[in-house]
């Protein structure tokens, strides 16, 4: 079966750091677009971040431009995603994505047939 199973949320001070993982297995990995999502209170779901099925080219709301990076290493079948300078708007609940088949980038929730659990990001002032 299908698994995303993500790691490294947690609570920080503004202006710090975090490491999301997301490790999948049950399909193969490198056919995949893949996605990070989140979830702020109150709010609908919202992308994030998306990368293509090798790595080369990637994609990010305007938001987290500058400051997040996403990125995948297949031989690992991880997907990553580094958060820096984090802000207290920021906090959510994290999810990583599979795109469905075909897609070179996700861009919306609809692009989406595999959802992880989510990881809790909470992040101080």
């Known amino acids: 079966q299908v698994q995303l199973v993500e790691a490294g949320g947690g609570l920080v001070q503004a202006g710090g750091s975090l490491r999301l993982s997301c490790a999948a297995s049950g399909f193969t990995f490198s056919a995949y677009s893949m996605g990070w999502f989140r979830q702020i209170s109150g709010k609908e779901r919202e992308f994030v971040a998306g990368v293509d099925w090798i790595g080369s080219r990637t994609l990010y709301t305007d938001s987290v431009k500058g400051r997040f990076t996403i990125s995948r290493d297949n031989a690992k079948k991880t997907v990553y995603l580094q958060m820096n300078r984090l802000e207290p708007e920021d906090t959510a609940v994290y999810y990583c994505?599979?795109?469905?088949?075909?897609?070179?980038?996700?861009?919306?929730?609809?692009?989406?047939?595999?959802w992880g659990k989510g990881t809790l990001v909470t992040v101080s002032s």
């Open positions: 994505a599979r795109g469905r088949g075909g897609l070179s980038l996700v861009r919306t929730t609809t692009d989406i047939d595999y």
